[in-house]
């Protein structure tokens, strides 16, 4: 019985079991399981095949961002509109057949966007390039997922399942739980907080299945069975994901209201170029990117040419940026902007800039 045949019969199970207080151990080792047999599948084989076409796309500029969706909804077109790159669109599918990158300029940032092919059912097993999609989706620090707004919730639950079963998780946070395993003393077992969905004797079926038998398990936070699989697996991909709904001029106001009301989510229409600059400024936050200015002595700032950083960025984030050695050469420096008391204010190397600040760095 090859691995796929393993997870679907897995899958049945888990779907045919009930949940319930006597079952949770049942459905704990099944998931612990099911994950096992996953990361199986995505190892690459071990005899080397015909050297295909290279699919990743170096990596350049100060995001990346990746575009995830069906055939034929629109990534292309969007591709194309956003960025001086176009990419083939056309009525029928499988218009893109590998990685078409392109540079979206926004507020003095280059933002790669990456036009992936159509994902279809299947494709964390390998359907239709599936694999490598979605490899080159783990490496970008946004995904967008484009759906078809006339289509209804399907593709989103379908996607979301996919990415879900690589490990990729999305718009969630890593699990505050502490995990390591040791030589030998057995299993320690602990938790700051009551857990409803976790017990000992769950946790340690679950590391046997590993075949873990010695650890120091903390858990922080009430976690679900499937959250400690996560931690224990440990090569999860936590990112924030945009669920862009396309071609909204097909369907009725109630229906854009309907989704333009859910969690992040954004509606556009690519045909009628609806929404765009709502999506850059999401997109925006969602990347967590600022603007720090440099300023001379005795000069007016430079706001031409912005340096830009990651959000929770300090001072001496920026003196690398700048040169390598400046870090070591820093007397102090001088900020104006929002993440100052008054300004300017004379600080130190710790200091955290906000955006749009403006610095002055004074050296030995």
Known sequence: MGIL????E????????????ATEYHLGLLKAKLAKYRAQLLEPSKSAG??????????????RVALIGFPSVGKSTFLSLMTSTASEAASYEFTTLTCIPGVIEYKGANIQLLDLPGIIEGAAQGKGRGRQVIAVAR????????????????????????LESVGIRLNRTKPNIYFKPKKGGGLSYNSTVPL??????????????YKIF???????????????IDVIVGNRVY?????????VDQISIEEVDRLARRPHSVVISCGMKLNLDYLLETLWEYLALICIYTKKRGERPDFNDAIIMRRGASVEHVCHRIHRTLASQFK???VWGTSTKYSPQRVGLTHIMEHEDVIQIVKK
Not at 5 to 8: D, G, P, T
Not at 196 to 209: D, Y
Not at 239 to 247: A, G, H
């Open 332 to 334: 102090y420096a001088l």
């Open 214 to 228: 010695n650890a120091e398990v903390l858990f922080r936070e009430d976690s679900t069975p499937d959250e400690f």
């Open 50 to 63: 015909a050297k295909g076409e290279g699919f990743d796309v170096m990596k350049s500029g100060d995001a």
């Open 196 to 209: 409803t969905h976790c017990s000992e004797k769950l946790v340690q079926l679950i590391l046997h299945e």
């Open 139 to 162: 490496t970008a620090d946004v995904v967008i997922m484009m759906l078809d707004a006339t289509k209804g919730d399907v593709q989103r639950v379908l996607l979301e399942k996919e």
């Open 239 to 247: 990112m924030p994901c945009l669920y862009v709904y396309n071609k």
């Open 5 to 8: 045949e393993k997870i679907a």
């Open 10 to 21: 897995i899958e049945k199970e888990i779907s045919r079991t009930q949940k319930n207080k």
